[in-house]
C-alpha cells in the first residue's frame, strides 16, 4: 500500500522520475505513482506543482511539491536515514565526487545522448555520438575511481552516481541501437558493462527500468513530437 504523504508525478520514460522510484524502493518508502503523459498536454497538476520550470518531475512529500531529480535524490537519503544505506557518501570529500559526476551525467552525458536521439541530420548524429562514445569512456574512468574495486560507484552499494547514470541505461540501449552502435561495450568500457549488470539486476532497480521494446516505441515518438515542434511553420 502506497505512503499517502509520499507521490512521484511524473511519466514512466522519464529517467529522472525512475531515480526517485529506484532512491525510494532502496529506502523501502512506498508511494503512489502519479502518470503524466508526456506526450499530452501538460496536466494541471504539474503546471501548479512546478510553475518554474512547468517540467516533470514533482516529488511529494507531505503535501509539499520539490522539483529536480539530484535534489530529490539528496532530500529523500537526508529523511529516510535508517531503513537503508546512505545514497551520498558520509565523507565530506568522497560526497563531492558523487556530486560532481552526477552533476557530469546531467549536464554533459545525458544532452548528448537527447540530441542523438533527436538529431535532425546526419551530421547532428555524428557530432552527438562522438560525445557520447567520449563521455562513455570518462565514465568508465571515474567508476575505476569511485568504486575501489567494488560492484557499484558507491562501494558495496548503489549510490548517488548509480542512480543518476543508472537511470539512463534503458536510452542508451535504445538509442544505441537506433544508430546501430554499442554505447557501453566490452572493447570499450568493460567495467560498465559489468557494472550495468549489476546495477539492472538490484532488486531495488529491476521493476524500474523499462521494457526496452515500449521505451524504443516511446522515443520514436518523443522524436517526432519533438521535431515536429522545430520545424519551421510558414
Known sequence: MADSNVKVLGTWASPFVMRVKIALHLKSVRYEDVEEDLLAP?????????PIYKKIL?????????????????????????SAPSILPSD?????QSRFWAAYVDD???????RLLIGATEEDKKAALAEVVEGTVVLEGAFGELSKGKAFFGGDNIGFVDIALGSL??????IGKQCETKLVSE????????WAECFSANEAVKDVLP????????????RAKVLKALAPTN
Open 42 to 50: 501538460k496536466s494541471e497538476l504539474l503546471l501548479k506543482s512546478n
Open 58 to 82: 514533482v516529488f511529494f512529500h507531505a503535501h509539499n511539491p520539490i522539483c529536480e531529480s539530484l535534489i530529490i535524490l539528496q532530500y529523500i537519503d537526508e529523511v529516510w536515514t535508517t
Open 92 to 96: 565530506p570529500y568522497e560526497c563531492s
Open 108 to 114: 554533459k552525458f545525458f544532452p548528448a545522448l537527447g
Open 169 to 174: 541505461l534503458g536510452w542508451i540501449e535504445v
Open 187 to 194: 572493447a570499450k568500457t568493460p567495467r560498465l558493462v559489468q
Open 211 to 222: 521494457d526496452v521494446d515500449k521505451l524504443t516505441d516511446f522515443g520514436l515518438k518523443l
